[in-house]
């Protein structure tokens, strides 16, 4: 918990600017397709002190872990910056396609269709304490297939961040074994 201290130290309290970056996060209507309404974080993630505020909202009370996985694609931008700020490493999962060298790979359903996530060959080692981060939490089906992933490679998966988490789709009901720390509920 030494690393995860100092970078809680570093990071401060930052309520004020974390109301400021509730109030950054833009609705999309149909999209991706009609029906689905889209969260964009992407103005948080241009503003310095809302995006600094949602990385100590999305730390504080992790815990202690050796390695983040980033679900693509905001995941990784959030997953970097969670592991930048706590010194420890970061692996993004990816979408078919994207990675050269596969190690897993997982079919799961989203809450308008279904995805794949792969991890790259020799990223995540067996006992490692691993992080799962996300921009949202929807239905979970994302975060599971990540966490089952991490498992595959003989990883512990130790807990789940994210920055908003959507509570009438009902992910947090499917995450009963994963410590959950979110930002932000809509």
Same mark, same amino acid.
């Given at each position: 918990?030494?690393?995860?201290?100092?970078?809680?130290?570093?990071?401060?309290?930052?309520?004020?600017?974390?109301?400021?970056?509730?109030?950054?996060?833009?609705?999309?209507?149909?999209?991706?397709?009609?029906?689905?309404?889209?969260?964009?974080?992407?103005?948080?993630?241009?503003?310095?002190?809302?995006?600094?505020?949602?990385?100590?909202?999305?730390?504080?009370?992790?815990?202690?872990?050796?390695?983040?996985?980033?679900?693509?694609?905001?995941?990784? *931008?959030?997953?970097?910056?969670? %592991?930048?700020?706590? @010194?420890?490493? $970061? !692996? +993004? &999962?990816?979408?078919?396609?994207? /990675?050269?060298?596969?190690?897993?790979?997982?079919?799961?359903?989203?809450?308008?269709?279904?995805?794949?996530?792969?991890?790259?060959?020799?990223?995540?080692?067996?006992?490692?304490?691993?992080?799962?981060?996300?921009?949202?939490?929807?239905?979970?089906?994302?975060? *599971?297939?990540?966490?089952?992933? %991490?498992?595959?490679? @003989?990883?512990? $998966? !130790? +807990? &789940?961040?994210?920055?908003?988490? /959507?509570?009438?789709?009902?992910?947090?009901?499917?995450?009963?074994?994963?410590?959950?720390?979110?930002?932000?509920?809509?």
């Amino acid at each position: 918990m030494v690393r995860l201290a100092a970078a809680l130290t570093r990071l401060g309290e930052l309520s004020g600017d974390l109301e400021r970056a509730r109030g950054l996060i833009r609705e999309v209507p149909d999209f991706p397709e009609p029906g689905v309404l889209f969260r964009d974080i992407s103005p948080v993630l241009a503003d310095p002190e809302a995006f600094r505020a949602v990385v100590y909202g999305m730390v504080r009370q992790v815990p202690e872990f050796d390695l983040v996985l980033g679900v693509e694609a905001r995941g990784f *931008l959030l997953g970097a910056a969670v %592991a930048y700020a706590c @010194g420890t490493g $970061v !692996v +993004g &999962v990816r979408k078919p396609g994207k /990675l050269p060298v596969v190690a897993h790979r997982v079919d799961y359903t989203l809450e308008y269709g279904t995805a794949t996530l792969e991890l790259p060959e020799d990223t995540v080692r067996p006992g490692q304490r691993v992080l799962v981060v996300d921009d949202v939490l929807a239905t979970g089906g994302t975060v *599971l297939a990540a966490s089952e992933l %991490a498992r595959r490679a @003989g990883a512990q $998966v !130790v +807990g &789940v961040s994210v920055a908003l988490e /959507l509570s009438a789709l009902g992910g947090r009901e499917r995450l009963t074994d994963l410590p959950l720390q979110v930002v932000f509920t809509a």
